[in-house]
Structures are given as C-alpha cells and as structure tokens.
C-alpha cells in the first residue's frame, strides 16, 4: 500500500492551498489528514469515510474542506483562511478496508507566513 501526498507549500496567511492524496494498494474504510506542527504531537485534522462521513477537528471546521476523489482512494483537504498556526507537516492517512491497517504517507510541509 502506498499513500502519494502533495499540494504542500509557501502561503501568506488568509491564503488557500489544497491537498491531495492518492492511495493504492488497498480499499480503505477512512482516509484523512493529520498534521504536526514543529514541537508538538501529530493531531487529526480531517477525515472521511467510505460512506462520506465526515470528521474535523474544531482548529479547522469552517476553513477546511475534506472531499473524495472520483477515484475512490484519493482524498483532498481544501484549506482556505490560513493562519500562521497552520503551518505543520500533513500525512495523509488510511485505514484498510477489511484488515483495519493504518497506513500513513509521507508528508508535505504547509508553511503559512504572517
């Protein structure tokens, strides 16, 4: 199994990025985003499972959007209104299907200047 994340980058803060994930491998029950700041432990962002039920932390509700691909096991986080404490590392996550597997991407870093 493997997750591909991107979309990462450089913005000023009020500004947007939007992330994808691309997963394969596997059918997944959930896929989300987590993220961890510099210092501090890895936090839930967003998810979302198969059925579409979705999950967000409270730091984001309102200024991020989780959303499926129609590729069923692509995922993107669409943050909007970013602030500087955003600014984090953010794995793309996936649990298996039958197996309960937690898998994790790689990372990509949302820096977001003040």
């Known amino acids: 199994v493997q997750l591909q994340a991107s979309g990462g980058g450089l913005v000023q803060a009020g500004g947007s990025l939007r992330l994808s994930c691309a997963a394969s491998?596997?059918?997944?029950?959930?896929m989300g985003w987590y993220r961890q700041a510099p210092g501090k432990q890895r936090e839930l962002v967003a998810t979302?499972?198969?059925?579409?039920?979705?999950n967000y932390a409270d730091s984001v509700k309102g200024r991020f959007t989780i959303s499926k691909g129609n590729a069923k096991n692509a995922v993107y986080l669409q943050m909007n209104s970013l602030k500087p404490e955003d600014t984090a590392v953010y794995y793309c996550?996936?649990?298996?299907?039958?197996?309960?597997?937690?898998?994790w991407g790689q990372g990509t870093l949302v820096t977001v200047s003040s």
């Open positions: 996550n996936a649990i298996g299907l039958v197996a309960g597997i937690d898998y």
């Open positions: 979302i499972t198969s059925n579409g039920r979705i």
């Open positions: 491998g596997s059918i997944f029950r959930l």
